[in-house]
């Protein structure tokens, strides 16, 4: 990314110091960061935020002439779950752990290998889940957005209550999703 480009992405006029520069990234790091900390995670959209993220860093390199950041992408996440509690709970406290991590940073840098992270996440989870699930009852997807209850549902099973309408349910939004709907 030239310089130019790097200004118009940031709307900064050149020259500029680097101030300006960190202060612009940081003030659109910000809503993304938002993004990451508030939204049930959906691969395909918090990929395509990690991509602003990854435009935001190289338009501050350019400008500043820093030397390209390296990742490191982390080892993906291998799991194998006898059951729903044990899934849920552990990708529970992951997921916790992430978004804590996510809510300490601005810098689009540090998010960057975290979102990698989110996303691979949510993939290892979405596996697993199907795998468990797959004697599950078909039901139909839920209207909105957000994922499992998982407080609740971890709760109802540690009192031995019956959660097979709410993780049928989950079953339904992972598969929809998978085949291009909303949910």
Excluded at 8 to 30: G, H, M, S
Excluded at 48 to 74: H, M, N, T, W, Y
Excluded at 83 to 98: D, I, K, P, R
Excluded at 134 to 161: C, R, W
Aim: glycine share 4%; with cysteine; aromatic share 8%.
């Amino acid at each position: 990314m030239d310089k130019q480009n790097a200004a118009l992405l940031l709307n900064l006029e050149l020259p500029c110091d680097e101030e300006e520069v960190r202060d612009k990234v940081e003030e659109k790091v910000f809503e993304l960061r938002d993004f990451f900390l508030r939204q049930a995670i959906h691969p395909v959209l918090f990929a395509g935020r990690r991509e602003r993220l990854r435009s935001l860093l190289k338009a501050q390199e350019a400008i500043l002439e820093l030397s390209p950041a390296v990742f490191d992408e982390g080892a993906p996440f291998t799991w194998e779950y006898l059951s729903f509690q044990t899934l849920l709970e552990h990708y529970s406290h992951e997921l916790m752990q992430l978004r804590l991590k996510v809510s300490a940073s601005l810098l689009p840098e540090v998010l960057i290998p975290l979102v990698n992270q989110m996303i691979q996440l949510q993939e290892a989870f979405e596996e697993n889940f199907l795998q468990l699930g797959k004697d599950l009852p078909e039901v139909s997807a839920p209207k909105q957005t957000d994922a499992i209850a998982l407080g609740q549902v971890i709760y109802k099973l540690n009192q031995k209550e019956d959660v097979v309408f709410e993780l049928a349910r989950e079953k339904a939004r992972i598969l929809s999703r998978r085949k291009g709907g909303k949910t």
